[in-house]
């Protein structure tokens, strides 16, 4: 059984930071990408951003700049530090991974964590 856990969400101020973390864990054979996707009441999910096995990034236009997104592939972990957070940026936020189970290649997402700016 294949889990993504997130951790890191919570409450800040507009200008303010946080850094969201998510584990993978479980039995595959390998991790071809992972990214962070979010959703806000009565939006689509939209990609925030994404990172390879060999560490290439694309990010939303919205958030360039302010956000980063990185691995450890040691510890199948991916991260999300985000800067300079905005109103806008209030969502829930999803891990999503691309891992190899098996033979086949499968998509997994975490259960989401809430990220709240006030203004």
């Known amino acids: 059984q294949v889990q993504l856990v997130e951790s890191g969400g919570g409450l800040v101020q507009a200008g303010g930071s946080l850094r969201l973390s998510c584990a993978a864990s479980?039995?595959?054979?390998?991790?071809?990408?992972m990214g962070w996707y979010r959703q806000s009441p009565g939006k689509q999910r939209e990609l925030v951003a994404a990172?390879?096995?060999?560490?290439?990034?694309n990010s939303a236009d919205s958030v360039k700049g302010r956000f980063t997104i990185s691995r450890d592939n040691a510890k199948n972990t991916v991260y999300l530090q985000m800067n300079n957070l905005k109103p806008e940026d209030t969502a829930v936020y999803y891990c999503n991974a691309d891992l190899t189970v098996g033979s086949h290649r499968t998509y997994y997402w975490g259960q989401g964590t809430q990220v709240t700016v006030s203004s």
């Open positions: 990172i390879t096995s060999g560490g290439s990034t």
């Open positions: 479980g039995r595959f054979f390998s991790i071809n990408a």
